[in-house]
């Protein structure tokens, strides 16, 4: 329980339906400020206590779980990548490792069945084998955040908001008097501080590696503070302007040197796959499987083939912009998720 209203239907959802439950919440160890708290759905001082006393209102047994080292590892994680010129995917890390890895280890050493989340996404049990699908709102589909969680904690994962609408779940809350009906939903990491992950790169003391803005030719077109600033695909804020707009096509640590070119330019026809996770289906006997791939969280499916052999590698019908190292690969076969990788490099047109 997060403290959030999706977390806070489910229990009562699943209560009516007649389970037993314990409810479960996250404490990060992130002193957040109270600015900030309002702005947050997870993890913070103020969503403690809206999970508690919902708990309370549906007389269920409430823990608060100390994660604060494994939190620490997703963020030790978080600036490392930043530090490799990738784009980190922290909600990705967590809901493998932590919200249906730690919990439900949790929910095997209280003997419990598994665990349930308040994710927008559908997951049922077909032939043993685990079938994840899109949530039917689809302005909320959380099913790619989910590309790298085993199957096997999957099988024991409940997800009863995959098919509501967002709307209809706040009306259930409305309904029922819950506390967290009109709680605004988390538009931030939970460890970032007023969402400028640059602030926690600070706090930590990382280096930067200030440097060149350069076209793809090599032409120099401006210095910049440090390549941590920037991400594969990024338009705004580069520190140049003026004629065509260009767009972040290469991040350089080592030589602290940003490349900037046209969007086609940004064009991206293959991509290789570091640990591979496979849902619902093994791996392709014939060593390829045509899908369509999402490469960020609100990114549209790609038409592709991904290769299974030697090194996994998504080869896109056409080219794709924004394909970004440290960021997931999910692999589609219509409204299920099959499957997924971490980008681990891109080859350009």
């Known amino acids: 329980m997060s403290g959030g209203v999706d977390s806070s239907v489910v229990a009562m959802l699943l209560q009516r339906q007649g389970h037993e439950l314990i409810g479960m919440f996250m404490r990060n160890g992130v002193k957040v400020h109270?600015?900030?708290?309002?702005?947050?759905?997870?993890?913070?001082?103020?969503?403690?206590?809206?999970?508690?006393?919902?708990?309370?209102?549906?007389?269920?047994?409430?823990?608060?779980?100390d994660l604060s080292t494994e939190f620490g590892a997703i963020i030790k994680y978080f600036l490392k990548e930043y530090g490799r010129g990738r784009t980190p995917n922290p909600c990705a890390v967590c809901n493998r490792d932590l919200k249906m890895g730690r919990l439900v280890q949790f929910a095997r050493e209280l003997g419990a069945e598994g665990v349930a989340t308040g994710h927008y996404a559908r997951l049922e049990l077909v032939n043993g084998r685990v079938d994840l699908r899109r949530g039917v709102d689809q302005d909320k589909d959380q099913s790619y955040q989910l590309f790298s969680v085993a199957e096997a904690d999957l099988a024991r994962t409940h997800l009863p908001l995959g098919a509501m609408q967002k709307s209809a779940v706040r009306a259930v809350a409305r309904d029922a008097g819950l506390r967290t009906s009109d709680k605004k939903d988390s538009q931030e990491i939970c460890f970032v501080p007023q969402n400028d992950y640059r602030k926690l790169l600070d706090e930590h003391g990382v280096e930067r590696h200030p440097g060149e803005i350069v076209d793809t030719s090599g032409h120099v077109l401006g210095r910049h503070e440090g390549t941590e600033h920037y991400t594969i695909g990024q338009r705004r804020g580069l520190g140049v302007g003026g004629g065509e707009p260009l767009y972040v096509v290469s991040i350089h640590p080592d030589e602290g040197r940003v490349v900037l070119g046209t969007r086609e330019e940004c064009g991206v026809v293959s991509c290789t796959l570091d640990a591979v996770n496979w849902i619902g289906l093994d791996a392709p006997e014939s060593g390829e499987l045509r899908v369509e791939v999402q490469h960020r969280y609100r990114s549209k499916p790609a038409a592709a083939t991904v290769h299974t052999r030697g090194t996994p590698t998504v080869y896109f019908d056409e080219p794709e912009v924004a394909v970004t190292p440290g960021q997931g690969a999910a692999f589609y076969l219509g409204d299920r998720l099959v499957g997924g990788g971490w980008i681990a490099a891109t080859v350009r047109r």
Do not use: N
Request: charged share 25%; aromatic share 4%; glycine share 4%.
């Open 34 to 65: 109270a600015e900030e708290s309002s702005k947050k759905s997870c993890c913070s001082i103020s969503d403690a206590r809206d999970a508690r006393m919902v708990a309370a209102s549906l007389g269920i047994p409430f823990h608060s779980v």
